[in-house]
């Protein structure tokens, strides 16, 4: 065989390899091909420095001088067993055979013939003792059954017995100190010294209640009238102090008790609505400007508490304002009650409920008046309405309850005068709540105004600043000349 001149000669194969087996330029066809018979393991990776070393080469002259392929060990090999078969797997077989070739049936078996545990061990050997409870030992299983195996002839220590209690050996006796029980005699109770903290310091550490507190200084946002914000007037049990700002005019004046809205959840008092945010001066001080006091209180919330509670902070305001009208110079006998929305609906059940002093009008505006048949999207079944977070419940699992929170139920012949507007329009109350309203005063004889905006969505949307100012100044006639 000729090579060219300067070519590198391979001197490393000397014999042609055998046929039938992969090339040895593929080098990954020879690992599967002597990775044995049967079902194939993963190839294992090797680096390509060490293929080029021809170690693929020398590979086809071991397989020659073998009787099956085979490979290096795989990483996971099979578990170790014992050289003699004595320890055998505990799924594989049972613990122990009973008996050998030649010997009669009576006869012990040889300890070397046996295949069992190790920790049955010295239960099956002849000289052994009952199956005990395994014990701890120097010795582990393993170099036991070894010595066994190597002199069964010799005598072996005897298992501990299960119970020593039970079959006491003197050796194994242990003695315990014997433990002296005193019965001690009960100390009696220490009484320690209570010092009791001083009346005065009790009645001084409370803030002053709403009736005896002073009044805060007053702020003069408009000539000739007076503001006090922030003005305690109640203090309910386990819940936030109740604050009301007073709008004042000179002199003697009728009060206008305003409730706002926010769906009994939210709001604020000085917040008469989203159309009159932007007007300078503001509607509270225009009503203080034609010499009507207002009162625009707090109440708890439908996440503070639930129906009646808003309904009695308003008797609460009432009294309180009655209680301090001399030094406020307001006169409660000519009080109208103001609300829009869900103070509306506060408004209107204070209207129809206070009789002492009874009130003198309400100005009702987009109010809801039944909470116990469904109207627009208002439906009475559901839970997941204001309504029923007002209530605590859904209006018709509480009948009762929605009844005496509904105005439209509450209406009687002694009932004031009422002013009542709502927009044509309302996507949230619907107008059918102030109309059905207006229908049962007036059988009743109460005097009603009913103005319906056409085209005003709730909160006056959608209506023009004319016709809202129109609405303002309609109210403020009403509860003037009331």
């Given at each position: 065989m000729t090579s060219e001149p300067g070519a590198r000669r391979d001197h490393r194969i000397r014999h042609p390899p055998p046929a039938g087996l992969p090339h040895p330029?593929?080098?990954?066809?020879?690992?599967?091909?002597?990775?044995?018979r049967g079902r194939p393991r993963p190839p294992l990776r090797r680096s390509d420095h060490r293929l080029r070393r021809g170690r693929t080469d020398r590979e086809h002259l071991q397989l020659l001088h073998r009787r099956r392929p085979q490979g290096r060990h795989h990483p996971r090999p099979p578990p170790p067993r014992h050289p003699r078969g004595l320890l055998r797997h505990p799924r594989r077989c049972p613990a122990v055979r009973r008996g050998h070739r030649g010997r009669a049936a009576g006869e012990a078996p040889h300890p070397g013939r046996l295949r069992l545990r190790p920790q049955e061990l010295s239960a099956r050997l002849p000289h052994g003792t009952p199956p005990q409870r395994r014990r701890r030992c120097r010795r582990g299983p393993r170099r036991h059954l070894r010595a066994v195996l190597r002199n069964p002839r010799r005598t072996h220590r005897p298992a501990r017995p299960a119970h020593p209690a039970r079959r006491p050996h003197p050796a194994?006796?242990?003695?315990?100190?014997?433990?002296?029980?005193?019965?001690?005699?009960?100390?009696?109770?220490?009484?320690?010294?209570?010092?009791?903290?001083?009346?005065?310091?009790?009645?001084?550490?409370?803030?002053?209640?709403?009736?005896?507190?002073p009044l805060p200084p007053a702020a003069g946002p408009a000539p000739g009238v007076r503001l006090l914000r922030g003005v305690p007037y109640a203090v309910p049990e386990g819940s936030r102090p109740l604050e009301l700002d007073l709008w004042l005019p000179e002199g003697p004046a009728p009060l206008v008790l305003y409730i706002h809205g926010g769906a009994w959840r939210r709001g604020r008092r000085d917040d008469m609505g989203m159309r009159t945010r932007d007007w300078d001066p503001g509607p509270f001080a225009r009503l203080a400007a034609a010499g009507l006091a207002v009162a625009c209180v707090d109440y708890r919330l439908s996440g503070e508490a639930t129906f009646p509670a808003p309904l009695d902070d308003l008797w609460a305001a009432l009294r309180w304002l009655a209680l301090r009208s001399a030094e406020l110079g307001i006169d409660t006998r000519r009080t109208v009650a103001w609300g829009e929305s869900a103070g509306g609906h506060l408004a209107a059940l204070l209207a129809l409920t206070h009789a002492e002093p009874p009130l003198a009008g309400a100005v009702i505006w987009y109010g809801p008046s039944d909470l116990t048949s469904p109207r627009g999207g208002f439906t009475p079944d559901s839970a997941a309405t204001p309504e029923a977070a007002l209530l605590g419940a859904a209006p018709a699992t509480r009948p009762e309850l929605a009844r005496a929170a509904s105005p439209l139920a509450q209406v009687h012949a002694a009932a004031p005068p009422f002013f009542l507007a709502h927009g044509t329009q309302d996507t949230m109350v619907s107008c059918s709540h102030t109309e059905d309203l207006a229908s049962a005063l007036r059988a009743a004889g109460?005097?009603?105004?009913?103005?319906?905006?056409?085209?005003?969505?709730?909160?006056?949307?959608?209506?023009?600043?004319?016709?809202?100012s129109a609405i303002f100044a309609a109210s403020l006639d009403f509860a003037q000349h009331v």
């Open positions: 330029g593929r080098p990954r066809e020879a690992l599967r091909h002597r990775e044995g194994q006796v242990r003695h315990r100190a014997r433990t002296v029980r005193r019965t001690l005699s009960a100390r009696p109770p220490v009484e320690e010294a209570v010092t009791l903290p001083d009346p005065d310091l009790l009645k001084q550490l409370p803030a002053p209640h709403p009736d005896r507190a109460v005097p009603v105004r009913l103005r319906l905006v056409p085209g005003a969505d709730h909160g006056w949307y959608g209506a023009s600043d004319d016709a809202v």
